[in-house]
């Protein structure tokens, strides 16, 4: 099967998605910060911190590179992972792209410890909805390239996995 590969913004649950997606359909699970932060042996705050988003991206696209030789896996990316459009080409080649969506409200919330998200807190001038607002704004081009959008506003990962499973079927890129 190709891959089911999950992008979207930061809050919007492409890892717990992810996990119980792989094992509703029977796929290994990715998840690239996780990659990288192994790849890198310091948390993704650290590799910000110290070395700068240029070295986290430089991370992100290896571990994409190597992430995209594979079949039959579930990957949860980053939010800025497919921002690079060479990181989005690999990965569709012989993956089907899911985007999942949240409310500013629900992303709000789901963000709010400062510290987790270094993007975000970047953008955070002291308004954290409206640094939310602009980064989803300067983003939107890029995830309507997605073969399929699910709203996780107001539904749980199980609910989105379902959700993500019809579609699978339907394509017939998953069989009963
Ligand atoms: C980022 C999102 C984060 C992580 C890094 C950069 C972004 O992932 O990759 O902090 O640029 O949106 P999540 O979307 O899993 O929070």
């Known amino acids: 099967m190709k891959n089911v590969v999950l992008i979207g913004f930061m809050g919007t649950g492409k890892t717990s998605t992810g996990k119980a997606l792989a094992s509703r359909i029977g796929c290994a699970f990715a998840d690239v910060d996780q990659r ?15 070395k700068g988003e240029a070295c986290f991206r430089q991370y992100e696209k290896d571990v994409v590179q190597e992430l995209a ?6 990957i949860s990316t980053g ?4 921002k690079d459009p060479e990181n989005l080409a690999l990965l569709q080649q012989n993956g089907i792209i899911i985007c999942l969506t949240a409310s500013l409200d629900a992303i709000l919330s789901r963000t709010e410890k400062h510290g987790v998200r270094p993007v975000l807190d970047a953008h955070d001038h002291g ?6 607002q602009e980064l989803l704004d300067s983003r939107r081009g890029i995830y309507a390239q997605a073969d399929y959008t699910v709203d996780t506003s107001m539904v749980s990962p199980l609910q989105v996995t379902t959700d993500i499973v019809y579609y699978l079927k339907r394509e017939g890129i998953l069989h009963a």
């Not at 030789?69 to 579930?74: A, G, I, L, Y």
């Not at 939010?79 to 497919?82: L, M, P």
């Open 69 to 74: 030789r594979h079949k039959n896996f579930v």
């Open 36 to 50: 990288i932060e192994r790849a890198a042996g310091m948390t993704i705050k650290e590799i910000f911190s110290q």
């Open 79 to 82: 939010g800025g992972t497919v």
């Open 127 to 132: 308004d954290r909805r409206q640094a939310i």
